[in-house]
């Protein structure tokens, strides 16, 4: 069966830009979607489709995908990004089910 | 906007059975996919399964054994139950929306549940 990888931590300074990857073998065949999840929070869905930005989502969140790895972009992050951000995907070589990576902290240093 | 709202008891005795029901509001049940999902405490996501207003379900293959999701399309609401609930158990459950069995759109609020004596 699949996982997905996601670096437990990133920081940026305000600002600057954010890159969160998510790497796994089931991406190349399944799509990815990211959601941001603030603390005791339930969590948003930011992008989907491995780069399609749901409605009132900020245009500063983009996403991108080759081969194995996907990636959250926050492009000028700030201080209101800080937050767990959670990749989404399938595993469909048995019995199809859903994946999520570990989580990353985003860090707005 | 769609709204979706976790019930169920907070407590639960180890070897117990949980029930929990997620009640849909602003769009009918009878349409997309239906999840739970859960999340222990200071822990990362778990996928649970799915189900669609059929009744056709499909459960994350290390809890298939213990979990049953259910649906109710005349009270626009779906249903988890889980058996022999362990400590490992205790966490944030969310219902959510499953589109195209791809994203999971919008999220319940989440309601935790601790297994204990």
């Known amino acids: 069966s699949y996982e997905l990888t996601q670096p437990p931590s990133v920081s940026v300074s305000p600002g600057q830009t954010a890159r969160i990857t998510c790497s796994g073998d089931?991406?190349?065949?399944?799509?990815a979607y990211w959601y941001q999840q603030k603390p005791g929070q339930a969590p948003v869905l930011v992008i989907y489709?491995?780069?399609e930005r749901p409605s009132g989502i900020p245009e500063r969140f983009s996403g991108s995908s080759s081969g194995t790895t996907v990636t959250l972009t926050i492009s000028g992050v700030q201080a209101e990004d800080e937050a767990d951000y959670y990749c989404?995907?399938?595993?469909?070589?048995?019995?199809?089910?859903?994946?999520f990576g570990g989580g990353t902290k985003l860090t707005v240093l | 906007q769609v709204q979706l709202q976790e019930s169920g008891p907070g407590l639960v005795k180890p070897s117990e059975t949980l029930s929990l029901t997620c009640t849909v509001s602003?769009?009918?049940?009878?349409?997309?996919?239906w999840s739970w999902i859960r999340q222990p405490p200071g822990k990362g996501l778990e996928w649970i399964g799915y189900?669609?207003?059929?009744?056709?379900?499909n459960y994350n293959p290390s809890l298939k054994s213990r979990v049953t999701i259910s649906v109710d399309t005349s009270k626009n609401q779906f249903s988890l139950k889980l058996t022999s609930m362990t400590a490992a158990d205790t966490a944030v459950y969310f219902c959510?929306?499953?589109?195209?069995?791809?994203?999971?759109?919008?999220w319940g609020q989440g309601t935790l549940v601790t297994v204990s004596s």
């Open positions: 989404q995907s399938a595993d469909s070589s048995d019995t199809f089910h859903v994946l």
């Open positions: 959510a929306r499953a589109k195209e069995m791809g994203w999971f759109d919008p």
């Open positions: 189900i669609y207003y059929s009744g056709s379900t």
């Open positions: 602003g769009d009918s049940i009878s349409s997309y996919y």
């Open positions: 089931a991406l190349p065949k399944q799509y």
């Open positions: 489709k491995d780069t």
